[in-house]
């Protein structure tokens, strides 16, 4: 069965680190994989998809991630943090035009001062 | 261009009373998707509709209906509230003809409380 997997319901790094959150899925067939940001009391921002093509996507507010099809994963880091990207963060993967899309848990990110 | 209403944004009922929430997608969306968000169980989906048909259906109890109208714009129904379902019921719009390409767009979310 398909699924996503994210390692880390909560991650806590300084402001100025670098931002490391982690998504592995499973899938007999090739994936489309989204992250997704949520901050509070609002609803989900895309924040960048994997389809086809270039493995290295780049998305908004400078977070980037790689789809590594031999490590079943989309990891999305961030080379330097803001204490604007505390926000929770979710993994997500389908399989067809036509498939619902399967959510992670979730990743609280926290950025200590 | 507008993005994704939901009204209202609160709500408090009572056990086994019913609920109806309501959802307007972008102009020209015709693909509608429910997530229920909780704390232990995280974003979970109950339903999408394209073109005012149930295309994909999450494990919900049928006490979870919704529909589809005309114009895109969909409707979710909770019948004989529990204290389970207190939770941030979450709409989504997507251009594409499906869930699985493109984007979805969400709402705000209307916070629902079963006392």
């Known amino acids: 069965a398909q699924s996503v997997t994210q390692l880390g319901s909560h991650v806590s790094v300084s402001e100025g680190a670098l931002v490391l959150l982690r998504c592995n899925y499973s899938s007999s067939v090739p994936p489309y994989l989204f992250w997704y940001v949520q901050y509070p009391n609002q609803g989900l921002q895309l924040l960048l998809k994997y389809t086809t093509g270039a493995t290295l996507v780049k998305g908004i507010n400078g977070f980037e991630a790689e789809f590594k099809k031999s490590e079943t994963s989309f990891h999305l880091t961030k080379p330097s943090a803001h204490m604007s990207d505390a926000a929770e963060y979710f993994c997500?993967?389908?399989?067809?035009?036509?498939?619902?899309?399967?959510f992670g848990s979730g990743t609280r990110l926290s950025i200590r001062p | 261009k507008a993005g994704v209403t939901q009204t209202p944004r609160y709500l408090i009922k009572t056990r086994g009373q019913q609920v109806t929430l309501s959802c307007s997608p972008i102009s020209g969306h015709r693909s509608v998707s429910w997530y229920q968000q909780t704390p232990g169980q995280g974003l979970q989906f109950l339903f999408e509709y394209f073109s005012e048909t149930q295309r994909n259906k999450g494990n919900f109890p049928g006490r979870f209906s919704g529909r589809q109208f005309s114009n895109s714009r969909s409707e979710m129904n909770v019948s004989t509230l529990e204290l389970g379902d207190s939770a941030l019921y979450l709409c989504?719009?997507?251009?594409?003809?499906?869930?699985?390409?493109?984007?979805?767009?969400f709402g705000p979310g209307t916070r629902l409380t079963v006392l």
């Open positions: 997500a993967v389908s399989f067809s035009s036509a498939s619902k899309i399967i």
């Open positions: 989504a719009s997507s251009l594409a003809g499906g869930t699985g390409v493109g984007e979805q767009f």
